[in-house]
């Protein structure tokens, strides 16, 4: 994996607190073209986004590119809340959702690198409770489904958990009765710690085979309980610890504070759209720390993540990942398996893209990302050393257009 060159040059300029930023749009280190990049295409993202705006998609958005280790391109629009008069800031915050994904399965990838589990260790190991459940097939009997029960072939491993081949799935995605089993367990309720998140998944069944295909899961989730079970702490305390304290993102957490809850960025009603996607509280209280989709954080925070990545794993000299350990999260571990979509694999928390042609979206073979349930998305291309972050809360039915459209005109911005 190439690493993403002079990533002091940014570094020197984010060392000031986000307060700084409030009021600019974000500190830039290069012109566009100075890395490689169109004035006029960015030109032309800009519009259309406003045009998003306008048109009620969301009220505002925060975007940002960098190349070569620079910030080449920030782009602050609209404002913070449909019901608020303030400007959107680059120092907004926004529920990130399944963003919050890659940054706990890296905790995992550390916990691997200091020897206390393997990637191919059953989870059952660490999570007793886990190996109980059975995998349930729907059958009809006297005219009626029901659930027939059978012990998996093989037990799930904790790269199963990572790669999203675990047998689980989210109760919001389908209609069987393993789905309902996971709605009526509440799997998933606020409310509940992660133990109990935990507790309450052991007692539903599996959907599929462990490792037999690609499902979209609460399996990130599970990876959280694991991080507290193996470090003794809450998995927020341990995120601070071995993430956001080393990268100096002071905004990133489970919950806004009351001192910041004036910089919380929020959705809107799309005009004669359907009802907005219910967003959680961003200061409910919540005992569950979702490490599938509960952080919340700000460009600039989500930037230091992604330019950790993007530079092998280092940071402003602190290393928090190893080169190679990085190089087999960002391969694609899924392979054949069915459930992706064509030309996109799935690494160790990370979307991988494997093939161009196959697949609906520009970019390189070997760029990985991922987004969030709100609209944002982010990816890092090691092919063009670029990064893309894109912030927004939207609802369900815009989002995959408002991500895609920024990456395709992104892309399209690469002129060298």
């Known amino acids: 994996m190439k690493s993403l060159t002079s990533v002091l040059s940014i570094a020197a300029l984010l060392v000031a607190a986000s307060a700084a930023y409030a009021e600019t749009p974000a500190p830039l280190a290069a012109k566009p073209e100075e890395v490689g990049l169109s004035s006029a295409q960015l030109k032309r993202l800009e519009a259309a986004t406003k045009q998003n705006i306008d048109d009620g998609l969301m009220p505002g958005a925060v975007m940002l590119v960098a190349r070569r280790g620079k910030v080449a391109w920030v782009s602050v629009q609209g404002k913070r809340a449909p019901d608020s008069d303030d400007a959107m800031k680059f120092d907004s915050i926004f529920r990130i959702y399944s963003m919050t994904k890659p940054i706990v399965s890296l905790v995992v990838m550390q ?4 020897g206390k589990l393997q990637v191919n260790d059953p989870v059952a190991k660490y ?5 109980k459940m059975k995998v349930g097939t729907e059958v009809i009997v006297d005219g009626k489904p029901v659930l027939r029960l059978s012990d998996p072939e093989r037990q799930m491993t904790v790269q199963d958990l990572l790669r999203h081949t675990s047998g689980l799935t989210y109760g919001n995605r389908g209609t069987s009765l393993v789905h309902k089993a996971y709605v009526d367990a509440k799997v998933g309720d606020r409310t509940a710690t992660n133990e109990e998140m935990v507790q309450r998944l052991s007692t539903t069944p599996l959907l599929f085979q462990p490792g037999a295909r690609w499902e979209y899961s609460v399996a990130v989730d599970v990876q959280g309980r694991l991080i507290e079970v193996l470090t003794g702490k809450k998995l927020g305390e341990v995120l601070a610890e071995r993430i956001f304290l080393p990268l100096g993102m002071a905004d990133t957490s489970f919950q806004v504070p ?4 004036a910089r ?10 359907p009802p907005m996607t219910p967003r959680f509280k961003v200061d409910d209280g919540a005992k569950y720390e979702s490490g599938g989709g509960g952080l919340l954080s700000t460009t600039d925070d989500y930037l230091r993540f992604t330019m950790m990545l993007a530079n092998g794993g280092a940071f402003q000299g602190k290393r928090l990942i190893g080169k190679k350990t990085l190089e087999f999260m960002a391969a694609d571990h899924t392979g054949t398996r069915p459930g992706r979509p064509d030309g996109f694999g799935f690494g160790l928390g990370f979307e991988v893209h494997t093939r161009v042609g196959d697949s609906a979206l520009m970019g390189s073979v070997g760029e990985y990302g991922w987004s969030g349930a709100a609209g ?3 990816w890092v291309d090691p092919k063009e050393q670029l990064v893309g972050i894109y912030m927004v809360q939207a609802s369900a039915d815009d989002t995959r257009f408002l991500r895609n459209q920024f990456r395709t005109m992104v892309q399209a911005a690469i002129i060298d």
């Open 127 to 131: 999570l007793p409770e886990i190996g």
């Open 111 to 114: 916990l691997v690198e200091e």
């Open 264 to 273: 919380a960025a929020q959705p809107g009603q799309k005009p004669n759209g």
């Open 376 to 378: 944002t998305t982010f």
């Open 258 to 261: 009351a001192a910041k809850l």
